[in-house]
């Protein structure tokens, strides 16, 4: 079955590196998603990665795939307050399973 | 190329009343989905549908919902009888093929509000 996990919260501090973790349950997903959610707007896509891929980097941006552990991860370096928001996690297995989502409060 | 168009933004609607909610997806794309959120909650998927076909409607509640997509015209996502319960944000969303290869676009959301 498709089941995506998120923490909810994570705050850190302006300029430190945010790390958002994702469990997955569905080892056929083929592409793995995150999105961002900002108060009272849609989603924007940030970044995806292929399932065959362990990791893929976007300018401040690092996705590491641990396909084994159905783990996934977004790393923002040098985080900054307009980063604050709701990011998602999804897998596809033909439409999108979301997780959560994980707001991230970015401190100054 | 205008992205995902969704209409209205905003929707207020009495007990009982008919909510129509369209999306127009990205010029080329033939596959939509709809989303729906509820407030402090992650997106949950409704209804995947291909022009004039219903794909996966795995997630559409039994009754009162229903979701079209015409040759012509946007994807209307219709909920009769609307209860306080069905206020939540819809989204839709567009795809080039059903892979998800080249990602999925957003729409900026209709937010349903049941008085």
């Known amino acids: 079955g498709e089941d995506v996990e998120q923490s909810l919260f994570l705050s850190v501090r302006e300029g430190d590196s945010s790390v958002i973790n994702c469990t997955y349950t569905?080892?056929?997903?083929?592409?793995l998603y995150w999105y961002k959610q900002e108060p009272g707007a849609g989603l924007q896509l940030l970044t995806y990665?292929?399932?065959?891929?362990d990791m893929k980097q976007d300018q401040r941006l690092t996705v590491l795939l641990n396909k084994k552990d159905k783990h996934l991860s977004l790393r923002i370096a040098d985080t900054q307050t307009g980063d604050s928001a709701i990011y998602f996690c999804?897998?596809?297995?033909?439409?999108?399973?979301f997780g959560s989502g994980t707001q991230l409060t970015v401190l100054p | 190329n205008a992205g995902v168009m969704q209409n209205p933004r905003h929707l207020v609607r009495r007990r009982g009343q008919e909510a129509r909610l369209r999306c127009s997806p990205m010029?080329?794309?033939?596959?939509v989905y709809w989303y729906r959120q509820l407030p402090e909650e992650g997106l949950k998927f409704m209804v995947y549908?291909?022009?004039?076909?219903?794909?996966?409607e795995s997630g559409m509640p039994k009754e009162r919902f229903s979701a079209e997509f015409p040759k012509e015209g946007p994807s209307i996502l219709r909920i009769q009888q609307v209860v306080r319960g069905d206020s939540a944000a819809y989204f839709c969303?567009?795809?080039?093929?059903?892979?998800?290869?080249?990602?999925?676009?957003f729409g900026s959301g209709t937010r349903l509000t049941v008085v």
């Open positions: 010029k080329g794309h033939s596959h």
């Open positions: 990665i292929f399932s065959n891929m």
């Open positions: 969303a567009s795809s080039l093929d059903r892979t998800g290869e080249y990602g999925y676009t």
């Open positions: 549908l291909q022009k004039e076909n219903i794909i996966d």
């Open positions: 999804a897998e596809s297995i033909r439409k999108l399973t």
């Open positions: 569905d080892s056929s997903s083929t592409y």
